[in-house]
């Protein structure tokens, strides 16, 4: 089960961390130089913590 728990948080949080790069450009008004970057450092400090807080309720 926590495979599951893991691999829905995964998903969202790819969601999460494009809306947020997104709107990064939107307000910037113009698409960022190292994008992929910037996204990869997105998604593995929401991953980071995510992860951790889902090991934590799992492992009762």
Not at 14 to 21: F, H, N, R, S
Not at 37 to 47: A, D, N, P, R
Request: proline fraction near 0%.
């Amino acid at each position: 089960m926590e495979a599951l728990y893991f691999t829905v948080a995964a998903i969202i949080l790819y969601v999460i961390a494009d809306t947020i790069l997104n709107r990064i450009e939107i307000r910037l008004g113009h698409r960022l130089r190292h994008r992929s970057l910037i996204f990869f450092g997105i998604i593995l400090f929401l991953s980071l913590v995510t992860f951790e807080i889902l090991r934590r309720a799992t492992s009762s």
